[in-house]
């Protein structure tokens, strides 16, 4: 079975010079971490899954020091304290805001689900105490926490310099003052294969400052009236159930989803989260906008099966479609306030996105 990431084949081969492939093949464990490590790439879509491999490393970091290497001993241990390993996790990086769910039931289900044949669950849940199954500690005689431990430790260490790696391109175009220069740099962020949160962070700070400079009256009767600026909210972190809906729109109520442009099956079922509300789709592609409105047409059209209602239901639910064509004309029609409050808010969002610190958005 071929080894997925680089750095999982090398801390094995650095632990089991001789046997590191066997081990991988014969280890549910390494295999269930190696596959859920992409997050580690550039542009990948997966989540991170931290509150999983957190969830297994709180329990190793533990067993490591106590039963590395003792078998006898620890089949009579019962297993440690819930507050002890969910307090250790959450000090963790990115762990702060993290649920008990992967300790209660998220891991085992999901392991199961990836490995049919087992019949034991990875974490033995035993009251409020948990404990890794011992099945999967030993793999040909030999004791494997360690080497867990050091691909989850690893894969750690790349996601921080990933992580950290915009906000050092941040740093960089705050530092310019050539604003055409700025707007040029932030146009390159932009990309079909820029990370999904990236891209959503980005895009909402320049459709925040866009819609900022666009006013509409508002008021209850004609004699209260008033002139009111429009203002984009985010609804939370990228990974949050949101209910269909990444951005809102006041005073005037449309609501906003970004998305991928090649699963349109993804765009109806958001669009049937919020019961057909009108939805504007901010959309990671440079395909011209005309095309991927045809697109969905087209999809609309044999997802319906020639049925009319729900042709119109769908058609009438697609409010407003907007690619990284828009955002980077949009880009280039601000001043240089609005320039400096997008490089401002990508950096507030992101560090929120990141559980950093970051100031309050005091708008």
């Known amino acids: 079975m071929k080894i997925t990431e680089q750095f999982v084949k090398d801390t094995l081969r650095q632990n089991f010079p001789e046997t590191y492939q066997e081990i991988y093949d014969k280890s549910y464990l390494l295999q269930y971490l190696d596959k859920k490590m992409k997050a580690v790439h550039g542009n990948s879509k997966t989540r991170r899954s931290l509150a999983n491999i957190y969830a297994i490393y709180s329990i190793l970091y533990f067993y490591t020091n106590d039963f590395f290497n003792q078998p006898e001993g620890y089949k009579h ?6 507050t002890k390993l969910f307090v250790f996790y959450r000090s ?8 008990n769910h992967a300790l209660n039931s998220r891991v085992n289900g999901e392991f199961k689900n990836k490995y049919k044949d087992i019949t034991n669950d990875l974490i033995i849940i035993n009251g409020g105490k948990y404990l890794l199954h011992i099945d999967y500690l030993y793999v040909l005689g030999k004791d494997i926490s360690e080497v867990a431990k050091k691909i989850i430790e690893k894969y750690v260490e790349l996601l921080i310099i990933k992580d950290n790696a915009l906000l050092a391109i941040l740093a960089e175009l705050n530092e310019l003052v050539d604003y055409k220069e700025k707007k040029e740099r932030i146009k390159r962020l932009l990309t079909e294969d820029a990370e999904a949160r990236i891209f959503e962070i980005i895009s909402f700070a320049i459709l925040k400052n866009h819609y900022n400079n666009v006013t509409v009256y508002f008021g209850y009767t004609k004699e209260t009236i008033e002139e009111e600026r429009l203002q984009l909210f985010k609804t939370g972190r990228t990974n949050a159930n949101d209910g269909g809906i990444d951005f809102v729109m006041r005073p005037i109520g449309r609501f906003f989803q970004v998305t991928e442009v090649n699963n349109y099956d ?3 079922l958001d669009i049937d989260k919020v019961m057909h509300f009108p939805v504007s789709f901010v959309i990671k592609t440079t395909e011209i906008k005309d ?23 769908y058609k009438k639910a697609i409010e407003e479609v907007i690619t990284i064509n828009e955002l980077q004309q949009w880009i280039l029609e601000l001043d240089g306030d609005d320039v400096d409050n997008i490089l401002r808010d990508i950096d507030i969002y992101y560090k929120l996105e990141m559980n950093m610190d970051a100031e309050d958005d005091e708008e």
Do not use: C, P, T
């Open 291 to 313: 095309k991927v409105l045809s697109d969905i047409a087209s999809y609309i059209e044999e997802k319906s099966g020639g049925m009319i209602v729900i042709k119109e239901r």
């Open 266 to 268: 993804k765009y109806l």
């Open 92 to 99: 963790l990086y990115g762990g702060n805001k993290l649920q």
């Open 77 to 82: 241990f019962e297993g440690y304290d819930y």
